[in-house]
C-alpha cells in the first residue's frame, strides 16, 4: 500500500471506529444561558462525536451543524404533536422549514438522520395529555418527508420513556408493555416496522438502581463484583442488560422481536443526589462503552445490540424540571460551559475529553450573603430566590457548606441567572457583591455565561462599585491578619 494511503487510512480510523460503534449524544437547551451553538459543535467535532439527537428543530443549531457532517436527530416538542396530528398541513411545513431547508446528506447542509416525534410522550408523569396524537403526529410526519422525497434518508422515531416497559418480577423474560400503552404500542410498532425504523428508548440504570430495591449500585455500575441476576439459565450482571432484555420481550409479546433497538438516552447524573458524583459517572460510562465495544450484545440479543446509543447528556441544564430529583440538572458529560467532569474514552485512540474552546463568561463577580448584616431572615430570601434560581448543588456538592454559605450560594445563583444585575443581589438589603469567588472545595460558585441577551453593563453596574470597593478593601485587610 502507498505510504500516503496508510497515512489517509490511519487518520480517519477514529472517525470509522465511533460511526461503527454508533455512540452520540444528547444535546439539550434547557438553560438559562446555553452555550452558544458554535462553541458547542467546536466542542463536539474536538471530541469527535459524530452523533447529537436535539429536542427541537433551532435555526441556529442547525447553522451551526451546517457541513459538519454530524448525523443529526430532530425534535418535535411533545406541545406540537397535537397539531400534527389534526393538520397534514402543519407537518407539510415543519418538514418543509426544519428538514428540507437544511437536509444534506453531505456537503454543506445538515446530516439529518431521524425525526423523533415528540420527548417520550408516553412516560407516566404526563399521563394522557400526549397519547391520543403521537401516532397521528408520526404518520403525518412521515407522510411529509416521503413528499419531501425524503423518505429513503430521514427515519420517523418516537423516543419512548423508560416507564413504557416493566416487568413485576424483575425478571427480563417477563418483561411487557405498560398495559394501559399496549394498543398505542402495537400502533407504534407496526408505523415503524412498515417503515423500517427503529425503536427510540431510554435506559436509566441510575433510576433503576435509585427506585429498585434489587439494583445494587455495583450492578448499575458494570461492577465485575455485582452479584448477578439469574433468569431460568440467563445470567445478567449489569442492569443494562437486564432493562435492555425486559425491552426485548416486552416487543417479543407483541410480535416484534427481531425490531432494531436505538438507546435514545442513557447516562449517569454528577451531583443532587447520593451517589449522583463525577466518579460513579465516570465508571457507569466507561462501563457502558467497553460493553458497547464488546459487541457481546445481551443475554437475549448476542447478535443483535443496540444500533445505537445516545449518551445523556452533553451540558448541564439549569432550568430543566426537576420534579423528578434535584440530579436532572446535573447530567452533563460536561459542565454547563462545556468543561470535561471526567475521563472517558468515546472513540477509540481518544485520551481525554477536550474542553470547549473561547468561553465567554460574565466578569468574575459574585453575589454573596452580606455578614455584617442580621441575617435572621435571609434564610427565607434564599429559599425564594431558589424558586427561579438553581440550587440543586445544595443537595450534593454543596450539601457540606454550612450557614450562611447555602444562603450565598442561593443568593449567586439568583444573580448569575438575572446576568449580574446589581438589584437581583440587593435581598433586602442582605445581598453583596464580591470579586472574591467564593467556591469552596467541590463547591463550585458558577459565574454564568456571556449570552447575547446579557445586560451587565447597565447603568445598575455603576451603582454596585461602592459594596465593591468595600468588600475589596475588607479581603485587603484580611490579607494582612
Ligand atoms: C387525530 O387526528 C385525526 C385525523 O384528523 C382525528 O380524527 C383524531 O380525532 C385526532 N385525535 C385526537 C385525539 O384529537
Ligand atoms: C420549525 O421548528 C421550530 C423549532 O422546533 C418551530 O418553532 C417552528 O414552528 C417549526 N416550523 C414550523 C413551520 O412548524
Ligand atoms: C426483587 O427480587 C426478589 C427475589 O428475587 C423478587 O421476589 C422481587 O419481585 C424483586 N423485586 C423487584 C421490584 O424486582
Ligand atoms: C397486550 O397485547 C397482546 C397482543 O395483543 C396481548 O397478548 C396481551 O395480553 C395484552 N396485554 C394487556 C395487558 O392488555
Ligand atoms: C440459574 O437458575 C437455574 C434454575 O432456574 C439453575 O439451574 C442454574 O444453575 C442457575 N445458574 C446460576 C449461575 O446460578
Ligand atoms: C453511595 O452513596 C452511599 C450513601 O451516601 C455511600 O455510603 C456510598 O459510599 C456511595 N458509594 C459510591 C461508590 O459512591
Ligand atoms: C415539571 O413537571 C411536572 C410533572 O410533569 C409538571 O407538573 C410541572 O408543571 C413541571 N414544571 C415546570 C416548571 O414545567
Ligand atoms: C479525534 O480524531 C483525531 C484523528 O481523526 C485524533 O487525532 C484526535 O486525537 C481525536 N481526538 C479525540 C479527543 O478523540
Ligand atoms: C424578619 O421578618 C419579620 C417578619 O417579616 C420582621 O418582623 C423582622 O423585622 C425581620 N427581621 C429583620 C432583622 O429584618
Ligand atoms: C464534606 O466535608 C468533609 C470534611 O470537611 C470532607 O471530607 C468531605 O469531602 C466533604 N464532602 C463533600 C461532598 O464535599
Ligand atoms: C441553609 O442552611 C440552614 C441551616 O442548616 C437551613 O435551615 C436552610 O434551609 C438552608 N438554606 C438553603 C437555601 O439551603
Not at 138 to 166: M, R
Not at 229 to 251: C, E, G, M, P
Not at 430 to 456: A, E, K
Amino acid at each position: 500500500m502507498p505510504p500516503h494511503l496508510t497515512l489517509l487510512l490511519l487518520l480517519t480510523i477514529p472517525n470509522i471506529y465511533s460511526t461503527a460503534l454508533g455512540v452520540g449524544l444528547n444535546w439539550g437547551t434547557a438553560a438559562s444561558h446555553p452555550l452558544p451553538p458554535a462553541n458547542v459543535v467546536g466542542l463536539l467535532k474536538s471530541n469527535n462525536i459524530t452523533k447529537v439527537k436535539l429536542f427541537d428543530a433551532d435555526p441556529l443549531v442547525l447553522q451551526a451543524l451546517s457541513g459538519s457532517h454530524i448525523g443529526v436527530t430532530l425534535g418535535i416538542p411533545n406541545s406540537m404533536l397535537k397539531s400534527f396530528n389534526s393538520s397534514m398541513k402543519a407537518a407539510l411545513s415543519w418538514v418543509h422549514d426544519n428538514v428540507t431547508r437544511y437536509f444534506s446528506h453531505s456537503g454543506t447542509g445538515v446530516r439529518i438522520e431521524y425525526v423523533a416525534v415528540g420527548d417520550e410522550p408516553f412516560s407516566q408523569i404526563y399521563g394522557e395529555q400526549f397519547r391520543p396524537f403521537v401516532i397521528g403526529a408520526a404518520i403525518n410526519i412521515q407522510a411529509a418527508l416521503t413528499k419531501a422525497n425524503l423518505a429513503s434518508e430521514v427515519k420517523v422515531v418516537v423516543p419512548c420513556g423508560f416507564d413504557t416497559f416493566q416487568s413485576e418480577s424483575g425478571l427480563p423474560s417477563k418483561g411487557h408493555f405498560r398495559p394501559d400503552l399496549n394498543k398505542t404500542m402495537i400502533e407504534l410498532l407496526i408505523f415503524l416496522n412498515k417503515h423500517h425504523s427503529p425503536f427510540f428508548v431510554t435506559i436509566l440504570p441510575f433510576i433503576s438502581f435509585l427506585q429498585n430495591k434489587n439494583i445494587s449500585l455495583a450492578f448499575a455500575l458494570f461492577k465485575e463484583t455485582a452479584h448477578p441476576y439469574n433468569d431460568s439459565l440467563r445470567i445478567y450482571k449489569n442492569s443494562f442488560d437486564l432493562s435492555f432484555d425486559t425491552l426485548v420481550s416486552a416487543l417479543s409479546t407483541v410480535g416484534h422481536p427481531s425490531m432494531d433497538i436505538v438507546v435514545s438516552r442513557i447516562g449517569w447524573p454528577t451531583d443532587g443526589a447520593p451517589n449522583a458524583t463525577s466518579s460513579t459517572a465516570q465508571t457507569f460510562l466507561r462501563g457502558l462503552i467497553d460493553h458497547l465495544h464488546s459487541k457481546s450484545g445481551t443475554p437475549l440479543r448476542p447478535q443483535n445490540p443496540p444500533l445505537e446509543t445516545y449518551i445523556f447528556s452533553l451540558l448541564d441544564e439549569d432550568q430543566r424540571n426537576i420534579t423528578t430529583g434535584n440530579f436532572e440538572r446535573h447530567w452533563g458529560l460536561f459542565t454547563f460551559d462545556g468543561q470535561a467532569k471526567y475521563y472517558v474514552n468515546f472513540v477509540q485512540g481518544s485520551k481525554d475529553l477536550v474542553n470547549a474552546q473561547n468561553v465567554e463568561y460574565l466578569p468574575s463577580k459574585w453575589c454573596v450573603a452580606n455578614n455584617n448584616k442580621d441575617l435572621s431572615n435571609a434564610t427565607e430570601r434564599a429559599s425564594e430566590a431558589c424558586t427561579l434560581a438553581d440550587c440543586t448543588a445544595l443537595s450534593g456538592s454543596c450539601f457540606n457548606i454550612s450557614w450562611p454559605g447555602n444562603i450565598s450560594y442561593a443568593f449567586n445563583s439568583y444573580y448569575q441567572q438575572h446576568d449580574q444585575r446589581a438589584d437581583s443581589c440587593d435581598f433586602g438589603g442582605l445581598g453583596l457583591i464580591t470579586t472574591v469567588d467564593p467556591s469552596i472545595d467541590n463547591c463550585r460558585f458558577p459565574v454564568q455565561l456571556h449570552t447575547s441577551h446579557s445586560t451587565s453593563l447597565n447603568g445598575a453596574y455603576l451603582f454596585c462599585w461602592k459594596e465593591l470597593l468595600i468588600v475589596n478593601i475588607f479581603v485587603f485587610l484580611l490579607s494582612f491578619s
